[in-house]
T-cell receptor
Framework: GENVEQHPSTLSVQEGDSAVIKCTYSDSASNYFPWYKQELGKGPQLIIDIRSNVGEKKDQRIAVTLNKTAKHFSLHITETQPEDSAVYFCAAFSSNTGKLIFGQGTTLQVKP | EAGVVQSPRYKIIEKKQPVAFWCNPISGHNTLYWYLQNLGQGPELLIRYENEEAVDDSQLPKDRFSAERLKGVDSTLKIQPAELGDSAVYLC?????????????FGPGTRLTVL
C-alpha cells in the first residue's frame, strides 16, 4: 500500500541555523505534497505545498523540493526561530486513491 | 472566517462505554474527513465524505465505529463500545473538494482517553 517515510524523527538546531526534513513516498500516482506544522494541542496547519509538475517552491524562510524520479521531497527552513519549534508532517496525495498519506512526523526544537 | 470546529476537546471514558465526537467544517467545504492520530504518529484517515456520502470508509473499524453526515454539513463520529486502544486524538478536516488535491484544513481535535 501507500507509504511515506519521514526522517529524522527529532531534530535540534540552534536559532538561526537551517533545518532539513526529508520524506520518501511509494505511490507513483502521488501528485501533491503538503507539509503541515502541528503545535501542542492543535491540529496540523499547512505551511507549504508542492505539486508534481513543480520541482521547487519557496515561501520566505521555508522551501520545498521534489524529486519525482527518486520519489523524494524535502522541507528546508532557514534562519530558524524558537517559534518554529513544533512537529512537522510531510504527506503525499495519491491520485489513485484520493488519500493523503502522512509521514510519522519530525519534532523540531530550535534552541535560543 | 471560522475554522473547523470540533467538540468536545477532551473526553475521558471507561472502556466499553460509548462516545461521540462532533465536527463542523468550514462553510462551503464539501469534503469532510475524520482522522485518527496516535501519539507520536501522523494522522491516518478513517473516513471521507463528499457532501453526505461516505466515499471512503475502508479504514473505519465498522464493528465499533460509525459516522454520519446527514445533511452534508456537520458530522458525528461514534465509538461503541470503546476499547483501551482507542485512546488517541480524533481529528476532523475539511476541503473544498477531494477530486483534485487541495488543502485540507484541520480542526483542533478531540483527545480521547479510555480507562
Amino acid at each position: 500500500g501507500e507509504n511515506v517515510e519521514q526522517h529524522p524523527s527529532t531534530l535540534s538546531v540552534q536559532e538561526g541555523d537551517s533545518a532539513v526534513i526529508k520524506c520518501t513516498y511509494s505511490d507513483s500516482a502521488s501528485n501533491y505534497f503538503p507539509w503541515y506544522k502541528q503545535e501542542l494541542g492543535k491540529g496540523p496547519q499547512l505551511i507549504i505545498d508542492i505539486r508534481s509538475n513543480v520541482g521547487e517552491k519557496k515561501d520566505q524562510r521555508i522551501a520545498v523540493t521534489l524529486n519525482k524520479t527518486a520519489k523524494h521531497f524535502s522541507l528546508h527552513i532557514t534562519e530558524t526561530q524558537p517559534e518554529d519549534s513544533a512537529v512537522y508532517f510531510c504527506a503525499a496525495f495519491s491520485s489513485n486513491t484520493g488519500k493523503l498519506i502522512f509521514g510519522q512526523g519530525t519534532t523540531l526544537q530550535v534552541k535560543p | 472566517e471560522a475554522g473547523v470546529v470540533q467538540s468536545p476537546r477532551y473526553k475521558i471514558i471507561e472502556k466499553k462505554q460509548p462516545v461521540a465526537f462532533w465536527c463542523n467544517p468550514i462553510s462551503g467545504h464539501n469534503t469532510l474527513y475524520w482522522y485518527l492520530q496516535n501519539l507520536g504518529q501522523g494522522p491516518e484517515l478513517l473516513i471521507r465524505y463528499e457532501n453526505e456520502e461516505a466515499v471512503d470508509d475502508s479504514q473505519l473499524p465498522k464493528d465499533r465505529f460509525s459516522a454520519e453526515r446527514l445533511k452534508g454539513v456537520d458530522s458525528t463520529l461514534k465509538i461503541q463500545p470503546a476499547e483501551l486502544g482507542d485512546s488517541a486524538v480524533y481529528l476532523c478536516a475539511s476541503s473544498w473538494t477531494s477530486g483534485t488535491p487541495n488543502e485540507q484544513f484541520f480542526g483542533p481535535g478531540t483527545r480521547l482517553t479510555v480507562l
